[in-house]
């Protein structure tokens, strides 16, 4: 374990279902974030929430829509995905902070999604 | 943010040292070094960072170049465990810049 869990650890899903991923992390971080893995290309970066606001959100389209109720919990709403959606998406946390420490990420281990 | 180069894959035999190349001839002085690695079937795991000196830690040491423009992340003693995608990534944390951004790594694997 982490610190930083996600759930599930896989979904099937249809195109015209609805399911959102969940994410949750007990270290007292300030920041999270949602990135996608897809096969053989590198991590790519959707959401960035600082204390709790979204501060970053890279072109993703609509049909995912994040949600960050609080500093310890994340979510990722899904409607409407299509099968280049299917891919490993994956939870981190941070604590930002004005040092320029450079603090670490926690990564969960992800969510397999698979469109169908 | 600046570019990091890495080679695709590397090879090394179980219990000798490997050393992982990074070389970042764009970065700026406020660009911290990180290393994460990914297990197979999980997500990324944070190794170790620096900036200018050379650091060492648990899992593994960074050796900096002095002008900054490459390092290289020594595992000691490569286990088995150790087979993971390397990321070298550069983090510019000035003004409350949080981001990290991977690249494509490097594939390390380890020969029994």
């Known amino acids: 374990e982490t610190g930083v869990t996600q759930t599930p650890r896989h979904l099937v899903m249809g195109m015209t279902n609805k399911k959102s991923l969940k994410c949750e992390q007990h270290?007292?971080?300030?920041?999270m974030y949602w990135y996608k893995q897809s096969a053989k290309k590198p991590l790519e970066l959707m959401f960035v929430y600082s204390l709790e606001e979204r501060v970053e959100n890279n072109s993703v389209p609509s049909r995912f829509s994040p949600e960050c109720p609080n500093s310890s919990h994340l979510f990722l709403h899904l409607h409407t995905l299509q099968p280049e959606d299917s891919a490993l998406y994956l939870c981190?946390?941070?604590?930002?902070?004005?040092?320029?420490?450079?603090?670490?990420?926690?990564f969960g281990s992800g969510t397999r999604l698979t469109v169908v | 943010d600046a570019k990091t180069t890495q080679p695709n894959s590397m090879e090394s035999n179980e219990e000798e040292p490997v050393h992982l190349p990074c070389n970042h001839s764009?970065?700026?002085?406020?660009?911290?070094i990180h290393w994460y690695r990914q297990l197979p079937s999980q997500g990324p795991e944070y190794v170790i960072h620096g900036l200018t000196s050379n650091v060492n830690n648990r899992m593994a040491s960074l050796a900096i170049a002095e002008d900054r423009k490459s390092s290289t992340l020594i595992l000691h003693r490569a286990t088995l465990r150790d087979a993971a995608v390397y990321y070298c990534i550069l983090r510019d944390v000035s003004f409350g810049n949080e981001k990290l951004t991977f690249g494509t790594g490097t594939r390390l694997t380890i020969i029994p």
């Open positions: 270290l007292g971080h300030n920041a």
């Open positions: 764009t970065i700026s002085g406020t660009d911290y």
């Open positions: 981190a946390s941070s604590q930002k902070g004005g040092t320029g420490t450079g603090y670490g990420y926690t």
